[in-house]
C-alpha cells in the first residue's frame, strides 16, 4: 500500500483481528436488532490510530459480519457503517472543538444507529424505530461508555509517549 508504513500495516492486522474475534466470541448479543457489539468499543480508538484504525475495524467488520448470518446487506452494510463513524470520529476529533472526542464518540454512535439499524430493520422484519433504538442502546454501552473510557486511558502520556517512541502515529488533537 503507497505510502502504509509495516507499522501502520502491522496497527490495521491487530485492529481487524481484534474486531472479529471479539464479535464473533460474543456472538450471542453481537447480532440482531438489539445487540451490543462490545468489539464496537474499539471505534473510538480511530480517533487516535486514524486510517489504520479505520481499515482495521472495516475489515475486521467484513469477517466478523460473514458469521452473522445475515447475508451480503450485512456484511457490507456493517463494514461501510463502521469505516464511516471511525472517519468522521477521527476528523471530529482532531479539531479544536472542545469536548471533541466525547462529540466524536457520539458521532459515531448516530451513524451505526442510522445505517445499520436501518438495514436491520430491513432484514428483520421489524418497525424502523426498533432497528435504531436496539442498535443506539447497544452503540451507548460499546462506543459512548467503554469505547470513550478506552479512549481516555489509551491516549494518557505514558501510553502515547511509548507508542511514538516505538513508529507508532498518533493523533492526540493538539
Not at 476529533?93 to 462529540?103: D, M, P
Request: proline content about 2%.
Amino acid at each position: 500500500m503507497v505510502g502504509y508504513s509495516a507499522t501502520d500495516i502491522s496497527i490495521t492486522a491487530l485492529f481487524a483481528a481484534t474486531y472479529a474475534v471479539g464479535v464473533v466470541a460474543l456472538a450471542p448479543i453481537s447480532f440482531m436488532i438489539l445487540q451490543v457489539r462490545i468489539a464496537d468499543a474499539l471505534l473510538p480508538l480511530a480517533i487516535v490510530f486514524g486510517a489504520p484504525a479505520s481499515l482495521g475495524l472495516f475489515i475486521g467488520t467484513l469477517v466478523a459480519n460473514m458469521f452473522g448470518g445475515l447475508g451480503l446487506i450485512d456484511v457490507l452494510g456493517g463494514s461501510v457503517a463502521n469505516l464511516i463513524a471511525c472517519i468522521v470520529g477521527w476528523k471530529i476529533g482532531q479539531t479544536k472543538v472542545r469536548s471533541r472526542w466525547f462529540l466524536a464518540t457520539i458521532a459515531q454512535n448516530l451513524v451505526l444507529t442510522s445505517i445499520v439499524g436501518t438495514y436491520l430493520s430491513y432484514l428483520l422484519g421489524f418497525p424502523v424505530i426498533l432497528g435504531w433504538t436496539g442498535v443506539f442502546l447497544g452503540s451507548v454501552v460499546a462506543v459512548n461508555i467503554l469505547g470513550y473510557a478506552l479512549l481516555i486511558a489509551i491516549s494518557s502520556s505514558s501510553i502515547v509517549g511509548w507508542l511514538t517512541s516505538h513508529g507508532v502515529t498518533v493523533y492526540t488533537g493538539e
